[in-house]
């Protein structure tokens, strides 16, 4: 009983200190600059760790122990060469573009390249597939309430609909206290609470792997000797998971064979340096919830400091997420053998296995501290997700359709208004993702998030690239036409129509395209940035700009 009044103690803590920073700030006189980029005046220390909140939402602190779970190597962590890669390039020339032409929504520069169509257009990919990935990423954290249910409740698991509805409840309440604090405070209220948060994470982090190597005999080299199967403990990865058969290399060559093993494999060297170099380029270049939080430092400089070193330090984070999957696979593998372990299809639930650790075994205290961790990556996302939704939706579209209010005060109040109708739009794509976790417990969470803006970003990314790295090239129609082909490319080589139709029907449509790769989520933004640049570069633009 004392150690959960310590847990509750600790949890409500967290939440008074993130209220009271979004009413500290939302005290001062702001105007939209202010509201929207903190008037440029935070310090690169507080971008890094607000870059770093983001990055490492409640997918990542559940999702990659899962992985870890699962795989029982480090393969995942790969992907951060390109990440890394991937900072350099958005440093050296995304990011100073936008300071040059002094944009707030980053689709702005778009309309100075281009025209308004393509800045609409792409500020609509954006809020669309902002809006699914944010709230899809809401219901990870409630994964906790039905681990606790059946904790206190042994032998009484909810059904579906109970499990909707506990995990419903709880999305909502997390959304409106973040949307309470981001309304209030702008964009310095979520840098300063994701400090703050981004200092809870690395403790729970650091707890958690400290407690599960100090409960195996031996600590680490103790795992290790249980940890003996082929791709245990693997760094890097060259090939595909399953070669070309030798049929298929009769009929279509070993090359393709191969190219094809490695485009359906998520995680491998080329996917290190190709697939992950445009999720990143994407996500750090082209997403107004990621760059907005890189347009607060004082100047260029100081936002590529804070960008690059957010890579490097992702890099431990990474490491120590997977490590913890990978020393609970041995803890419940081998050191405790526990009856009541989450299960799915026969074996543990990859999922859930984190939060059932955290919630059966941690000690009162430690417990709510890593709770807080979980609230901290969620509600650390979530409130520069709703400022730049109600940004980019208020500057790209609400300022034209409706006459602009002269008083930045009114200004300032559309954004406000803006953030809690996003909030109300996360909270029912949190709710649909809940529902369809509850009926399909089996669905892993890291493919769920990153997939959701696989299809969208490419073209979104194939556009800046254009108007980036070329004075000539692009044009309003030929752009919109270029995203609309990479988004269907991707659709298509991601087998998203075949999954349709055989739902539909039962029958294959594939059937003649067995060379064809069914890329992995790892693969989808880097099709779809190719084809639309290969379109779009078919296209003279008909008024130059210096963009």
Request: proline share 4%.
């Amino acid at each position: 009983m004392y150690a959960l009044v310590f847990d509750l103690i600790i949890i409500g803590l967290y939440f008074a200190v993130i209220i009271g920073i979004g009413v500290y700030f939302g005290r001062r006189k702001q105007d939209t600059s202010d509201f929207a980029l903190g008037g440029r005046t935070i310090p690169w220390w507080a971008v890094l760790a607000s870059i770093l909140a983001a990055e490492i939402s409640a997918g990542t602190f559940f999702g990659a122990p899962g992985e870890g779970f699962e795989q029982r190597n480090f393969l995942y962590a790969q992907l951060m060469v390109g990440y890394l890669l991937a900072r350099l390039v958005v440093s050296a020339v995304f990011v100073p573009a936008f300071y040059k032409h002094n944009v707030v929504s980053i689709y702005e520069f778009l309309e100075i390249r281009f025209g308004p169509r393509t800045r609409r257009f792409a500020s609509v990919v954006f809020l669309i597939t902002r809006s699914l990935a944010s709230g899809a990423r809401l219901w990870v954290p409630t994964l906790l309430l039905i681990v606790i249910w059946n904790q206190l409740n042994p032998g009484e698991p909810l059904d579906k609909w109970q499990q909707f509805w506990l995990t419903g409840g709880a999305l909502l309440l997390i959304t409106l206290l973040t949307a309470a604090y981001t309304a209030i405070g702008g964009i310095r209220a979520v840098i300063w609470t994701d400090v703050l948060q981004i200092a809870v994470l690395f403790g729970a982090l650091g707890f958690s792997v400290w407690y599960l190597l100090s409960h195996i005999p031996g600590g680490w080299e103790g795992a290790k000797a249980y940890l003996d199967r082929p791709n245990d403990l693997l760094l890097w990865k060259w090939r595909g998971d399953v070669p070309p058969t030798a049929d298929f290399v009769a009929k279509y060559g070993g090359f393709w064979g191969e190219v094809k093993s490695v485009l359906e494999s998520s995680y491998n060297i080329w996917a290190a340096f190709l697939g992950s170099l445009f999720v990143t380029l994407a996500t750090h270049g082209t997403d107004q919830d990621m760059v907005q939080r890189m347009l607060t430092a004082k100047n260029t400089r100081q936002s590529a400091v804070a960008t690059i070193l957010s890579g490097i330090a992702d890099i431990p984070v990474t490491y120590a997420v997977l490590m913890i999957g990978i020393l609970l696979s041995v803890y419940y593998g081998h050191v405790v053998s526990d009856p009541n372990l989450p299960m799915i299809n026969g074996k543990p639930d990859a999922t859930t296995i984190f939060p059932y650790f955290v919630v059966d075994v941690m000690p009162g205290g430690l417990r709510g501290l890593v709770i807080a961790g979980v609230l901290a990556t969620t509600m650390g996302s979530l409130g520069t997700a709703m400022n730049s939704l109600a940004t980019s939706y208020s500057r790209d579209f609400h300022y034209r359709w409706f006459k602009t209010p002269e008083d930045e005060h009114a200004r300032v109040r559309i954004i406000r208004l803006s953030t809690v109708a996003f909030a109300l739009i996360l909270i029912l794509v949190g709710l649909a993702t809940a529902f369809v976790k509850a009926h399909n417990p089996g669905l892993t969470i890291i493919p769920i998030i990153l997939g959701s803006f696989g299809y969208t970003y490419g073209s979104l990314l194939g556009i800046f690239i254009v108007a980036l790295f070329t004075k000539t090239r692009g044009s309003e129609w030929g752009n919109l036409i270029a995203m609309i082909v990479g988004i269907l490319v991707v659709a298509f080589l991601s087998n998203l129509p075949n999954d349709i139709w055989k739902m539909l029907t039962g029958d294959d449509l594939y059937t003649n395209f067995e060379w064809m790769p069914v890329i992995k989520f790892t693969w989808r933004i880097m099709a779809g940035t190719l084809a639309t640049v290969a379109v779009a570069l078919c296209f003279r633009s008909k008024n130059l700009s210096d963009a």
